[in-house]
């Protein structure tokens, strides 16, 4: 049997999986696993790319949490013109200016929730797990503790997962922009 030869990267799902009501976990290393550049300044830079990032297409983030050598984000589209994947080819090149001379890896890794993962109880556990990563890792006893860790919806920047009634927040402004 002829099988196509594999030039490199990772193999991407249809576009479709990223486009409108998508629920995606992304993963972006460092190059070579540099650290050092993870301070509250370069947070606060981050989070505003990000932010320009979503706002322009369509896209929440109720989880992310930034380590040394990577970062998670977790984003859903809350609405069918959502382009998880032009968000991404954007933050990440906007990303790469503030990083400079240290960069990205040249891909990102992603899982595409499954339906299962999307129920409101099975998604707060995807979230949960990725916000504590630092926790996992040693850095911090209790993640809530980790400053480089959090949610980010355009138009609500008190969206903190720290908080008791976050969840149910979170899906009110979400229900609130949802178009389908």
Not at 43 to 57: G, K, S, V
Not at 74 to 95: C, K, S, T
Not at 108 to 128: C, I, K, P
Request: proline residues 5%; aromatic residues 14%.
């Amino acid at each position: 049997m002829d099988e196509p030869e594999y030039k490199g990267g990772l193999r991407r799902l249809d576009s479709s999986y990223y486009e409108g009501i998508s629920f995606v976990h992304w993963t972006m290393c460092l190059k070579d696993q540099a650290a050092g550049w993870l301070d509250p300044a370069h947070h606060a830079a981050l989070r505003e790319i990000c932010l320009h990032a979503f706002a322009r297409e369509f896209l929440c983030c109720p989880a992310y949490c930034l380590m040394p050598d990577h970062g998670h984000f977790l984003l859903l589209g809350y609405d069918v013109r959502a382009q998880q994947r032009a968000a991404i080819r954007w933050m990440r090149r906007e990303w790469n200016l503030l990083l400079s001379p240290l960069k990205l890896q040249h891909q990102a890794y992603e899982s595409v929730l499954r339906e299962s993962d999307r129920s409101r109880e099975a998604f707060a556990s995807v979230a949960v797990y990725i916000l504590r990563n630092a926790e996992r890792a040693g850095l911090v006893e209790d993640w809530r503790g980790w400053p480089y860790a959090g949610a980010l919806f355009p138009g609500y920047p008190k969206l903190d997962p720290r908080k008791v009634h976050f969840w149910e927040d979170f899906w009110k402004a979400y229900q609130k922009h949802l178009s389908t």
